[in-house]
Structure formats: C-alpha cells, structure tokens
C-alpha cells in the first residue's frame, strides 16, 4: 500500500492474542494501537471488541482526491474491523518551515469520519503560531462540531486575535488554503524530507501576496 509492504494479518493477529489475555485479567480495560506504515491498513478478519485501533492518517494530502479517496476507503474498512475506531492525524506543521494549511480539508474530513462510527481523534501537532495560527484552534472546535463551518471559524479567530488586521489576516490565511488547495498528487508526509515539495508549491508570487497582507496588517494593528 503507497509502496510499502503490509503485514497487517501479522500483526493484528497479535494483537488479539494480547486482547484475549487482556479481557480475561481486566474485563473492563481497552488496549489501543495505531495502524500504521506497514500494518495501516486493516487485516482480513475482525478485532477483538475491546480493542481500539487509531487509524494513522494524513489528512492534509486531501487536496488530491485519490489520496482521499484511498484514505476513506482505508477508515471504511476499518469501521467494519474493529468496535472502537479513532484516528492518528497530524494538524500541525510536520516539518514544514512555510505554511501547511488546511482548516477546510479537516472539516470534510471530520464529517466523513463521523459516518463509519469514528469515537476519537488524536492530533499530532507541531504549531507555528506566526504562519497557521489558526488551525489548531479550528481543528479543536470543529472536534466539537464538525458541522460549523471553518472559513467563519477562521473569521472568529481573526476577529479576536487582531483586532482592527482580523480582515487583512483573514485574507492572508484564506491564501494560504487557496495554496493548499491547488492540484497535485498527494504524498505521504510532503514535504517533511524534500523540502523542494514545499518550495514549488508556492511561487514568488504568492510570497509577494502574502507578505504585501502582513504589512498591511502590521499597519493596522494598533498594538
């Protein structure tokens, strides 16, 4: 899967032997694991019912409609596998030195996930606050409701974080998604070890855009 082996049956067999112990001991405990790299994607029988399994996924490579669709086919199956489903994603900047964007794609995302039975999320999270500021803070509340719409939430934070700039900075970090958004194949982790992936993605253009709406909304700011 994504060029990598799968030894998922392997390993999933395991699991359950462990789970099977686990329930005999402690009847009222939950053993967590993180389908991952070679074992994300979810074995050919069922988990035992008091294990819960967090499905590694990177939701930022939505921009590209076949990774989506391989991702949500991949929470799909796991819905059907196992009782208890979660998610491992990565909200933050995953070593990313400019901005990695995408409040809009983790709101689809959540709404989707809510559909197979998804239970719990786990964010892996690296913030910056100076460039995606606030997409830590969409995340946590669509958590609440997947349902509110991220551009609005976006407006509130900008409302509340710089006052007389929230206009220009809403601007700047619609922008920023719209950059997100442009088409391209989706990578597992882009970006993280080629930092070429993150250079090409936005133009001399977009850096003159982006910094044009910070001095703006330097000027603004009265504090």
Not at 13 to 20: K, R, S
Request: net charge neutral.
């Amino acid at each position: 899967f994504r060029g990598r082996p799968v030894m998922s049956d392997r390993y999933y067999t395991f699991v359950n032997q462990v789970a099977q112990e686990v329930a005999r001991t402690h009847p009222d405990r939950m053993l967590g694991c993180i389908a991952y790299i070679h074992v994300e994607l979810p074995p050919q029988f069922d988990l035992e019912p008091n294990v819960m399994v967090f499905n590694t996924q990177d939701t930022a490579q939505h921009h590209d409609p076949a990774y989506r669709k391989a991702d949500r086919d991949m929470l799909t199956r796991w819905g059907r596998r196992c009782r208890y489903l979660g998610k491992y994603d990565y909200y933050g900047a995953l070593g990313w030195v400019l901005p990695r964007y995408f409040p809009r794609l983790i709101a689809e995302d959540l709404r989707f996930a809510r559909t197979v039975g998804m239970k719990a999320l786990y964010a892996e999270d690296v913030p910056t606050w100076g460039t995606m500021g606030p997409l830590t803070w969409i995340g946590a509340r669509l958590l609440w409701d997947p349902d509110q719409d991220p551009h609005e939430l976006q407006g509130e934070f900008c409302r509340d974080m710089f006052g007389p700039a929230a206009d220009t900075m809403d601007r700047y970090f619609s922008l920023l998604q719209e950059i997100w958004d442009r088409p391209r194949q989706g990578r597992w982790f882009a970006g993280l070890n080629n930092i070429s992936h993150q250079l090409t993605l936005y133009t001399p253009s977009d850096a003159r855009r982006l910094g044009g709406l910070l001095v703006q909304a330097r000027k603004e700011a009265d504090t």
